[in-house]
């Protein structure tokens, strides 16, 4: 927490009220005073312990440390002070101010109440709730601990980026811990705002010792318009600035540009901007992603146009722009929407390979700030494979009402696109494929007619180098 511990001698302080019985060996010379016009009384109780009260103001001095509040009443025999109204505290670098104030001389802590705000002046960080308890370093506590129960609200400044003048940390949870000078937890309905990141959980776990920011039940970080969630989210830091985001197992991002899943998302942040995301399997014993005969692929990503598998799916964003998008080992893009209405076995426009990738540009030509779309895909492997979709010009200059159907195999296969649609293709490598060409226009007005399911395969088995298992698999395409 870096100098918000405030407190420290208020006890001591305040427990030296003149003539105030018993009180520990103080380490600084301590001078109080009552305000003009205050009054105090000294009373024995039934039970022999002395009650000491006085009204009308007292303030006292410990070395740096300065203390001030309306009327105090102390119980010698309890060593218990309490302090009323417009309590202030102010030691070298940090203030208190609160309405009400229990010190417990025995146990060495103390308990402020009623619009309690603790702010570190060197730092600008601030604790401010109802209630605020704070234990103090001494010879039997090895750090000094601070809880705030009641919903307060923490604004925390790094040392580094408050001098860089960067945005705070600002936490809202049902109770806050502060341990030391290295670690903030927070419990029930957790809100963590850090610029334009906001991080929500049932608690939350800030070790400023190793960098780490811990989100636990239904956690979620909302940055740059992207939702991501995960059973589990680490905040990685450095230099007190957000750097990795990391959410497992069942991560899930849903943003503008595109949607992605995977036993483990790791977001990277560089100026405030996701640069770059990875979407893995992870350590099988933290995301629970153990390796079985006939899975899905581990990784998947929706783009407005195509929906892309693979083990593992890096997406590189660099200044905050899409760029390019790479899927590996049983990769697959495949397109969201079908080309053609009904359940016809080439309904969609697809490519496998050992590793597909996705090259996005300006939606708009020469717009380098604006939207980005699809430009162009590559599958490249021991094989890739491509079905697509392409409507011809007819005869008359005109396009065709239903287009034709693209099979290719080779070693690379590139297609080129335009709002979603293949507008040409290149296969490189020893390379096969297979053209069909659309039915003409229907004479009962069914124009959507293409070749029965069994004609598509048959035909795709006259193709050399062409498996029956490989067009079999196109049974199931779309």
């Known amino acids: 927490m870096g100098k918000l511990t405030l407190i420290g001698l208020l006890a001591g302080a305040a427990v030296a009220l003149a003539g105030m019985a018993q009180q520990r060996e103080a380490s600084c010379n301590l001078e109080v005073e009552t305000m003009r016009g205050a009054r105090s009384q000294m009373t024995t109780l039934p039970d022999g312990e002395t009650r000491n009260d006085v009204w009308g103001g007292i303030e006292a001095t410990c070395g740096s440390k300065w203390l001030r509040a309306d009327s105090a009443v102390f119980f010698d025999r309890r060593g218990v002070l309490y302090l009323f109204w417009n309590i202030e505290y102010e030691d070298e670098g940090r203030t208190l101010v609160a309405e009400r104030a229990i010190y417990y001389q025995d146990e060495d802590w103390v308990r402020a109440e009623g619009d309690v705000v603790l702010t570190d002046t060197l730092g600008g960080s601030t604790l401010s709730g109802p209630v605020l308890e704070y234990y103090p370093l001494n010879a039997n506590r090895p750090f000094e601990r601070i809880f705030a129960p009641g919903r307060p609200h923490l604004v925390y400044h790094a040392e580094r980026a408050a001098a860089e003048e960067a945005a705070p940390f600002e936490v809202d949870a049902d109770r806050i811990h502060i341990y030391g000078d290295s670690a903030i937890a927070g419990q029930g309905t957790v809100v963590a705002v850090r610029g334009d990141l906001t991080a929500y959980g049932d608690s939350m776990d800030l070790d400023l010792g190793s960098d780490e920011l811990w989100l636990l039940g239904n956690p979620s970080v909302e940055a740059e318009e992207t939702l991501l969630e995960g059973d589990s989210i680490l905040i990685v830091l450095e230099e007190s600035e957000v750097r990795e985001i990391r959410a497992w197992p069942n991560g899930s991002a849903r943003g503008s540009e595109l949607s992605l899943t995977a036993p483990l998302l790791r977001m990277f942040i560089d100026g405030g901007e996701i640069s770059r995301a990875v979407a893995s399997a992870g350590a099988a014993e933290r995301t629970g992603a153990v390796d079985s005969a006939g899975r899905e692929p581990w990784a998947r990503s929706i783009s407005q146009d195509y929906v892309l598998t693979g083990d593992s799916i890096d ?58 779309a699809l430009s162009r895909l590559e599958a490249s492997g021991a094989i890739a494979r491509a079905l697509y979709h392409i409507y011809e010009e007819t005869e008359e200059g005109e396009v065709a009402t239903l287009p034709g159907v693209n099979y290719v195999i080779g070693r690379i296969v590139t297609l080129w696109l335009e709002e979603g649609e293949v507008q040409n293709a290149r296969v490189v490598g020893p390379s096969t494929g297979i053209y069909l060409e659309p039915l003409p226009l229907a004479t009962d007005g069914d124009s959507t007619q293409v070749p029965p399911d069994t004609a598509i395969v048959d035909t795709l088995r006259s193709v050399p180098d062409t498996t029956a298992a490989e067009a079999a698999n196109l049974r199931g395409v779309g």
């Open 315 to 372: 997406i590189e964003r660099p200044g905050g722009r899409l760029e390019r998008v790479v899927a590996v080992e049983s990769a697959r893009a495949a397109t969201v929407d079908r080309v053609l209405p009904g359940g016809e076995p080439l309904g969609t426009d697809w490519l496998e390979g050992d590793t597909i990738t996705g090259y996005f540009a300006a939606a708009e030509p020469g717009d380098s700030a604006g939207e980005v």
